[in-house]
């Protein structure tokens, strides 16, 4: 079967005083909604969402990057008064990241810090303040003074290395960060990021930078494609969502490669044996991820910008994974075993565009707990992209991975209903949690989105049976996807931050949950007692 392609068309549903001019110039990129009727049954998530919950296009708008800016802008010509009113040390300086506005005139504005002119890694802040310019409260990556006793190094290091303040331990410190490049046992392009005590050499910590997931591909049936018309005939170029590119990198694993065209806009076949099929999934699976974003959450972009990320394919010789790369702004996918099943699904495409969202956003630092939270966010808003994307080619599921057989035996890579049964992810929290590859701690976060979405106990929804149990017995009624995934990204856009861990997590969703709906919301209730379900106090 053709996967049909329509040029030109879309499927998107289309200081105190400073603090208070920012408060009227920021973008209106998260907005609370307030709760209306109780929770109806659970199960029937279409029904709670119009008992409960006004659209969320109308109260997001529609657009918000220009604002943004200009909001961000503002923020960072009035950064020295804003340390001060929050009696930061003289030599630290503030860089405004982002503002957020909500529907109530809260303004979020999101800093990174600086110590001497050094990065302070782990130092990043959030402040809320009213829309008089009050601040109500500030969340923080660390509580923790940031000071040294001198910032100049005991210890030498590699010419390549860069030298910062490390605040993610008890006390800040001089350090060093290096990045070694490489490649992981499967093929996928490795950036690890080292840092090192200036004074004593020991190693303080480490991350991946690349960040990885799977999905399925091939299974999106016949879809509609936003493609740009040239002399030479049409280009996977897509005008109406930022200007989204899809590359065939031939089998390579650096560059761009070509960008993917066509003489007559009807693109691959369906099958692995055409090369513009994987780039069919992969750009399909951008544009429901943009829309997503958009309609869902009001935001324009990954970045909030309204710039496109872009997306490769055919990356290496049976490369059975997908990435996203933060040094790129993209998304890259291999084309599995036997380069006949490339990795492009919608949950794969959006997934991998997540991990940006997380970037831009909290930058969840990718290890511990705070890696299993990040990992989480791109299944949460992957499996969200599923549903909301409604094909009946590959129908919305709380399985991940469902479709490409990885496992050889037709299971799914993950499960968000009962994370153990994929042989190594957590249901439940516990203190060794952290200790976990961030793709098995997510299991605690992905169980319970899906128990705050649907419940607990046995359900069938879109014919995928599921049975999830809490971890004290308890009985859990869903609040519904949408007003699941809202918490999740109001909790991720302006509470979260860098080292948020589970019980961080928690916090900053029931912040989110009281924000939306209100502090004796049904809703804010069940977030509550969802995180008891899987243990996290």
């Known amino acids: 079967m053709n996967l049909h392609t329509t040029p030109h068309t879309s499927r998107a549903h289309r200081g105190t005083r400073r603090l208070a001019a920012l408060a009227a110039v920021a973008a209106m990129v998260v907005a609370g909604v307030q709760a209306g009727s109780a929770v109806a049954t659970p199960g029937d998530d279409d029904a709670r969402t119009a008992a409960a919950t006004p659209s969320t296009a109308a109260a997001l708008g529609v657009n918000p990057s220009a604002q943004r800016a200009t909001a961000i802008k503002s923020a960072q010509a009035d950064a020295s008064s804003a340390a001060k009113a929050l009696k930061l040390d003289g030599r630290e300086k503030l860089i405004a990241r982002d503002v957020v506005k909500d529907a109530e005139g809260t303004v979020h504005t999101r800093y990174e810090r600086t110590y001497d002119g050094l990065p302070v890694l782990g130092g990043d802040l959030v402040t809320h303040a009213t829309a008089a310019g009050k601040v109500k409260s500030v969340d923080r990556a660390t509580d923790a003074k940031i000071a040294v006793a001198s910032t100049t190094p005991k210890l030498k290091a590699a010419a390549s290395a860069r030298k910062v303040i490390y605040a993610g331990g008890e006390n800040p410190v001089l350090a060093w960060e290096t990045v070694k490049k490489g490649v992981q046992k499967d093929g996928t392009p490795s950036r690890v990021h080292t840092i090192t005590d200036a004074t004593t050499g020991k190693k303080l910590h480490s991350y991946e930078a690349v960040e990885t997931g799977t999905g399925t591909s091939q299974y999106s049936g016949e879809v509609e494609l936003t493609t740009t018309k040239t002399d030479a005939g049409f280009e996977l170029t897509d005008g109406e969502r930022g200007g989204h590119k899809t590359y065939d990198l031939n089998q390579g694993s650096s560059g761009t490669g070509e960008l993917v065209t066509d003489d007559d806009d009807a693109w691959g076949d369906g099958t692995g044996a055409d090369r513009q099929t994987a780039a069919v999934d992969a750009h399909y699976g951008a544009a429901k991820t943009w829309d997503f974003y958009k309609t869902a959450l009001g935001r324009d972009g990954i970045a909030g910008d309204g710039k496109a990320a872009y997306s490769r394919v055919h990356y290496g010789e049976n490369y059975v994974n997908a990435f996203w790369d933060d040094s790129c702004f993209c998304m890259t996918y291999g084309d599995g075993e036997g380069n006949k099943s490339a990795l492009t699904s919608i949950d794969v495409a959006a997934h991998e565009m997540t991990h940006g969202l997380t970037s831009a956003t909290a930058n969840l630092d990718y290890a511990g707990e705070s890696g299993g939270l990040n990992e989480a966010?791109?299944?949460?808003?992957?499996?969200?992209?599923?549903?909301?994307?409604?094909?009946?080619?590959?129908?919305?599921?709380?399985?991940?991975?469902?479709?490409?057989?990885?496992?050889?035996?037709?299971?799914?890579?993950?499960?968000m209903d009962k994370p153990s049964k994929d042989g190594n992810s957590a249901d439940f929290w516990d203190e060794n949690l952290g200790n976990l590859d961030v793709h098995y701690s997510s299991?605690?976060?992905?169980?319970?989105?899906?128990?705050?979405?649907?419940?607990?106990?046995?359900?069938?929804?879109?014919?995928?049976?599921?049975?999830?149990?809490?971890?004290?017995?308890?009985?859990?009624?869903?609040i519904g996807r949408e007003k699941a995934y809202q918490i999740w990204y109001k909790a991720l856009s302006v509470y979260m931050t860098s080292t948020t861990d589970y019980a961080g997590a928690r916090v900053a969703t029931e912040k989110a949950a009281t924000d939306l709906f209100g502090a004796d919301s049904e809703e804010l209730k069940a977030v509550s007692a969802t995180w008891t379900g899987v243990n996290v106090k």
């Open 377 to 415: 966010t791109s299944d949460i808003l992957g499996a969200s992209v599923e549903f909301f994307a409604d094909n009946a080619s590959d129908a919305g599921d709380y399985l991940i991975g469902e479709k490409i057989d990885i496992n050889g035996d037709g299971t799914p890579l993950r499960y």
């Open 443 to 478: 299991g605690v976060a992905n169980h319970f989105f899906y128990l705050l979405a649907e419940g607990s106990g046995k359900k069938t929804i879109n014919g995928v049976d599921y049975d999830s149990a809490t971890s004290d017995g308890s009985t859990l009624t869903g």
